[in-house]
């Protein structure tokens, strides 16, 4: 069992920056690909960021060149830094974790707000 708390969100003006972090508890954290997802009032959830437990990294189109993932292994925590935000970046963020052999060991977390306005 993995439990995953994010932190991190609040409000923020446009072109602004905020990190997110999601703390996972539990073991054996590297073996889990890690995700960042959101949501926004009235859409579907959509993958923000993946990184893999080797590292290996992709993004939404429309976060790219933007938002950065990474993970720290050692903290058993995973990163969402997210410059140059706009205000169709508002939304819930959720922190996931899949583990790589067995993708039915399927994680969430919370949820965090990001609000980007003025």
């Known amino acids: 069992q993995v439990q995953l708390v994010e932190s991190g969100g609040g409000l923020v003006q446009p072109g602004g920056s905020l990190r997110l972090s999601c703390a996972a508890s539990?073991?054996?954290?590297?073996?889990?690909?890690m995700g960042w997802y959101r949501q926004a009032p009235g859409k579907q959830r959509e993958l923000v960021a993946h990184?893999?437990?080797?590292?290996?990294?992709n993004y939404a189109d429309s976060v790219k060149g933007r938002f950065t993932i990474s993970r720290d292994n050692t903290k058993s925590t995973v990163y969402l830094q997210m410059n140059g935000l706009k205000p169709e970046d508002t939304a819930v963020y959720y922190c996931?974790?899949?583990?790589?052999?067995?993708?039915?060991?399927?994680?969430w977390g919370q949820g965090t707000q990001v609000t980007v306005s003025s």
């Open positions: 996931n974790a899949v583990h790589s052999a067995f993708a039915t060991m399927n994680y």
């Open positions: 990184i893999t437990r080797g590292g290996s990294t």
């Open positions: 539990g073991n054996f954290f590297s073996n889990y690909n």
